[in-house]
């Protein structure tokens, strides 16, 4: 809203001119999305401990029984950063705003649900899987619906490291693969917050790279110079992920080891929601999978766990996630954290090759 309010103002003031730029708007989206995180942190940790609104732990995870009580739903102080911090520095006449704003917090209000229901009934019982599956993926075919028929958005898939191959996906096919990459991308966030700091890290790298791609697409000359799809529009989104970077550096400031407050599945789904949104709307689908490595290792070792067991009654891994297995290896908690961070940080690079290999 202030860029409405202050822009029109550069003729007579000439220092607003500035707002016309999207880098210098995210800098201050960043900055207000920090602050807010900062002072918004402690006030949910004083009120959620007050009320004893805290973490359940797992049984199958005795190593970690010790955070039990630890105030949850954390990821509320990253929506209410980022959102408003992306509301009042974006152009709020960009319908790409406000869709991936939408998709976070509907993302978030299925995730506010399940650890309600969590609190309320003790034991971890929130939403069923089927329940949670359910409501993603109505959001997502709602969002990609709105996107296809509404915004005539582009049907063409981006393929990574290839220059000239754009099969057109037409409505029918692109629909199914964006509601895949949003709920695929929430939930493997989800799965890989289980220790303390350890999917906020990625989350703010993966939000780096999608920065820089949708800045790039939403630029006629640097799109066309690197030869990837020119969206119109798409570089206000640019703000809103470094509102996200921004929020969650905030957040890691608590919820780094010994964390004072856990993120919770209102952050984790909305997280990844969110980014799985940009993704398609800097069509920057695929590059997900490389951006996102540890999302994807994450959610993969799950997978081959359950359905290996389910096979043969035999384990692949000690605990999945795969988090779980490198602990229970003996990897400190802080070890394995900052060791998946360099990971993240090596595939965020990778992802961004792609811009230029091709």
């Not at 001119?17 to 004083?46: C, H, K, Q, W």
């Not at 993603?136 to 990609?144: D, E, G, K, N, V």
């Not at 919820?255 to 969110?274: C, E, H, Q, T």
């Not at 766990?305 to 795969?322: D, E, G, N």
């Amino acid at each position: 809203m202030l860029y409405l309010l202050l822009y029109p103002l550069r003729q007579s003031h000439p220092v607003f001119n500035v707002l016309r730029y999207e880098t210098f708007r995210s800098d201050m989206a960043g900055l207000a999305a920090l602050a807010l995180s900062l002072v918004f942190g402690p006030m949910l940790i004083r009120r959620f401990r007050a009320a004893h609104v805290g973490q359940t732990i797992r049984e199958e995870v005795p190593q970690h029984q010790k955070k039990a009580g630890t105030p949850t739903m954390g990821g509320l102080v990253i929506l209410a950063s980022c959102v408003t911090a992306t509301i009042l520095l974006a152009d709020p006449r960009d319908p790409y705003v406000w869709l991936v704003v939408l998709v976070m917090l509907g993302y978030g209000g299925i995730g506010f649900a399940d650890d309600f229901l969590k609190l309320r009934r003790g034991r971890g019982a929130g939403l069923s899987g089927p329940q949670k599956l359910f409501w993603q993926i109505l959001l997502s075919f709602l969002a990609a619906t709105f996107l296809f028929w509404h915004l005539g958005f582009d049907t063409r898939l981006t393929i990574p490291f290839l220059k000239n191959v754009n099969p057109d996906l037409r409505w029918w096919g692109y629909i199914p693969v964006a509601m895949l990459v949003i709920v695929a991308c929430s939930n493997a966030v989800n799965l890989t917050d289980g220790l303390d700091g350890l999917a906020i890290g990625p989350v703010m790298t993966v939000g780096f790279c999608y920065w820089a791609f949708t800045y790039v697409a939403g630029n006629t000359r640097f799109a066309t110079y690197l030869g990837v799809p020119h969206i119109a529009g798409v570089g206000e989104v640019a703000i809103f992920c470094a509102a996200l970077i921004a929020a969650s550096l905030g957040f890691l400031w608590y919820n780094a080891y010994p964390a004072s407050m856990m993120m919770g599945d209102v952050g984790a789904l909305s997280l990844g929601g969110a980014i799985g949104m940009v993704a398609i709307l800097a069509k920057q689908e695929l590059a997900l999978v490389i951006a996102g490595g540890v999302f994807v290792i994450e959610a993969a070792s799950t997978i081959i766990q359950r359905y290996y067991y389910k096979m043969s009654h035999r384990r692949v891994f000690r605990m999945a996630p795969l988090h779980h297995h490198f602990e229970l290896g003996g990897w400190p908690e802080t070890v394995v954290v900052v060791r998946f961070w360099i990971v993240s940080i090596i595939c965020m690079l990778f992802a961004l090759s792609t811009l230029k290999l091709r």
